[in-house]
């Protein structure tokens, strides 16, 4: 649904990104990780049609992102959402339906429909006046007013509280339910973690891996064995009344379970612990080249 | 065939689409303007004026607002004819006749066919108010008068007389063929018959001054007609047309029957102040169009309208159609109100677009509102000056047609215009607000709308945004056309006043100035642009002569100068004899090339600076200048 070929962004000397490659399957949703100025939303918005790349290319629903057809198959919600501040929610939303097309009644229909899912209340009431959260859900019911097939969310949950992190979160994945293909990128590799079915992780305005995270953990993790004792060995800490000591190979768990064998004791209990993504992720940043773009 | 069809109907779907789109966000536009401001502001804003109105109506129809009022006493019976002048007349007030209360009660008493003046300075001012008012009460009368020739049986013919460089008045009707221009006001009268010239007031008022019934010619340049009508003491029409007479009578080129005091230089004041009111509206719509735009960009708002299936020009023309349709709206009551013609909104029009656009840059360069204050002053300061400044001239000078406001002074005073005048007077306008607004949409997009750059380096960005290819280079030279037609035609406006020893000189340095930097700004922006990667000298070579040929082509645009001929203004030859007008055709062929070959040649000089740094540019500029003025200094030279 989303081709990403040498996708490349240069501002003047400095190349915001330097060359993403992935795709994205119908029905799926996509995460794109990274940390501040690795090129996620740069990423974004030249898939969204906002910004020219300098060279590659960008597929959304069979359209080129510089086709302006294209963004009729399109919901972006911006990692910033200010609304028009002076409108209602109703009014908001009626201008975008009828800006992408959309018949009268069918837009009625609709948003009344996105707003009852969304449970946003105050629909008359001026956006200038709404909290935060509502707000975000004004943006979200907007990026939905054409009923789009791709949608493109850079950072939905930013600036939430918990309670309407995990309720969008819960929406995204209704929408991927719903057929809806979702790319969205996101700080907080939790929610990646737990909504995407696939990630690209992205540093220094580069993909640098990519994949399910499960086969994202399998190529770039390591698997660390806790190893429980019943006396103190060499690199052991304390945990409770046992031991415990962290390797990272079989042949290690050996080593330590003759340690405790020779301090008179024994190997109580062994645990494998799978590496988070946000561990993956810092390996693989403190891995990285210095950054060739001179930025941070 | 059949796939030209296919692309024929695409396109005019595209082009109903767009103009949907824009439709809609005109609707939307109005609709968040309306709610911007909140019913019972815009009720009190509404009473506000409504009163400021009753108020002046009132004053209006009270005879107007007199400070002066009741200021002088003069001392004269009920019974007197001077009675009824002291009356109407709003700083005298009338008193009983006691001489012996001069100085004390009264400045002046009118008693015993004499006049009585207290020995002070305010009586002598109450008497010469008291002079004037008799003699203009006497001038009313006159003009009542059926049998005009007995009224006034001396005609006098003023005849405007042109003027030569040097300054000296020509005489005989008609201009010598040099191509000088009338100019001054300096006229020659030519009294024929006697007339009667007492002055009804100090010794022994008799109640009729010397009076005249005028009629006058004018040369008329700019239409070729002049014609004098003896008989009804009216003026035919033309830009130098009888001078009015002063006071309120000559409001729209004033009465033709008075005395030879009441003869005022050709001063269009009160069309000028009516053509005025035109832009007050403007100068508070752009504060709102200006927000609005900026609006957009502060904290990305205007983002999600770029995503949507709408391209930014329609984005931009739905935003400014409202303030334009306001404009012209308001523009046509203000015509139909102080009697104005289509012609006025026509002229009016142009000017309203161009402030739309400037604001619309302005608003597209600004980092906030402050600055788009400053803008937007500088905006109404510059338009209203450009404006209204040479509008003064309208019955003295061609130069006045640079403003698209003379055509409504001439409209106001009935002296008609022109198909000529109108392309001469708002083609800048027109072409100006097309590059100005084709320069914001370049930069309305999300890499350009959003970032923190100063004014220069958005300038630059927008240069930048319409640098496809080197042609573009021509077609943005071109396109700086009207720009530096408005600068030269103003630099002609100002320095017209001083002696052509000096203005001249200063005229042609301003005039390479201005063309060179029109030139090769956007030179300067494409190597820090798209041709940041060709920044050899072969490339300052090719751009710069492509950017002097597109600046050639553009100049022979300013062939329109001659159908209202400007050019045979000194100045206006000046400024204009090295954009290739051909003075003779023995030199035509030479004038026509050796343009080309100058701008090719100063441009690449630039060019060559453009290719480095910004100091290096402005380096490069100044032997670029001096060799565009060394010609010009030949051309003038060789014209005579």
Known sequence: ?296 | MSGRRERVRSAIRAARGGLRAVARIARWEVSRSVGVVDRRTAALGLLALLLAGAVGGAATAAGGVALDRDVYRVGVDTDSPYHEVVVETPALAARPPEVDRLGRGVEVVVADDHVYVADSRKAQAALSTFRDAVRRHNLDRLREERNESAAFPVVVTLRYAERTPDGVVAGGESGDGTGTETGTGTGTEDTSGSAGDSDGTESAPSGADGSTSGSGSGADTATGAAGVDAATGSAADGPLGVPGFGGAGGLFGGSTSGSPADISPPFPFGALVLAFLFFVPMNFVIQPYGSTILNERINRRGELLLVAPVSPAAIVAGKTLPYLATLVGVTALVALAIGGSPVSVAAVAPIAALYLAATFVGGMFARSFKELTFVTVSISVFLTSYAFVPAIFTNVTPIALISPLTLVVHDLQGTGVTAAQYAFSTGPFYVGSAVLFALGVGVYREEDMFTQRSVPLKFLDALNSRLKGRKSVAVLSALAIPFVFIAELLAVAVLFVLPVEVSIPLLLVAVAAVEEVAKSVHVYAGFRGPFADRRGWKAALVLGALSGLGFFLGEKLTAVVQLVGLPDLALGRAAFSSAGIAATPAVGLLLLLAPLALHATTTSIASLGATRDRATYLAALVPAIAVHAAYNFAVVSTLG
């Not at chain 1, 229909?109 to 509502?134: A, F, N, P, Q």
């Not at chain 1, 907080?188 to 690209?200: G, K, P, Q, W």
């Not at chain 1, 109580?268 to 612990?273: F, G, K, L, N, Q």
Request: hydrophobic share 40%; glycine share 8%; with cysteine.
């Open chain 1, 1 to 296: 649904m989303i081709e990403v070929e040498g996708l490349r962004k240069t501002y003047g000397d400095f190349p915001a990104v330097v060359g993403s490659t992935f795709d994205v399957d119908r029905g799926e949703i996509f995460g794109i990780v990274g940390p501040n100025g690795a090129g996620k939303t740069t990423t974004l918005k030249m898939i969204a049609g906002l910004v020219d790349p300098s060279a590659g290319s960008a597929t959304v629903a069979g359209f080129d992102a510089s086709d302006p057809e294209m963004r009729r198959s399109l919901g972006f919600l911006p990692e910033e959402s200010p609304l028009y501040e002076d409108m209602t929610a109703r009014s908001y939303l009626d201008f975008f339906a009828d800006l992408y097309d959309v018949p009268g009644e069918v837009a009625t229909e609709r948003i009344e429909r996105t707003l009852d899912r969304l449970e946003l209340d105050h629909r008359d009431r001026r956006l200038g006046d709404v909290s935060k959260g509502m707000k975000r859900k004004v943006a979200i019911a907007r990026s939905l007013v054409n009923d789009p097939d791709v949608l493109i969310y850079d950072e939905p949950a930013s600036g939430l509280d918990p309670l309407t992190t995990n309720y969008v979160l819960e929406f995204v994945r209704e929408l991927r339910d719903a057929g809806k293909t979702v790319l969205f990128s996101a700080h907080n590799l939790y929610h990646v973690e737990s909504v995407c079915d696939r990630v690209a992780i992205m540093n220094r305005g580069d993909v640098v891996a990519r994949g399910t995270v499960p086969e994202i953990r399998e190529t770039y993790g390591t698997t660390d064995y806790r190893v429980f004792t019943s006396v103190p060995v060499e690199g052991a800490e304390s945990a409770g009344d046992r031991h415990v000591v962290t390797v990272e190979e079989m042949a290690a768990v050996e080593a330590v379970r003759q340690r405790a064998a020779d301090a008179g004791g024994e190997v109580v209990d062994i645990r494998t612990r799978e590496p988070s993504l946000e561990d993956i992720f810092l390996d693989l940043a403190a891995d990285a080249e210095p950054d060739p773009r001179g930025g941070a």
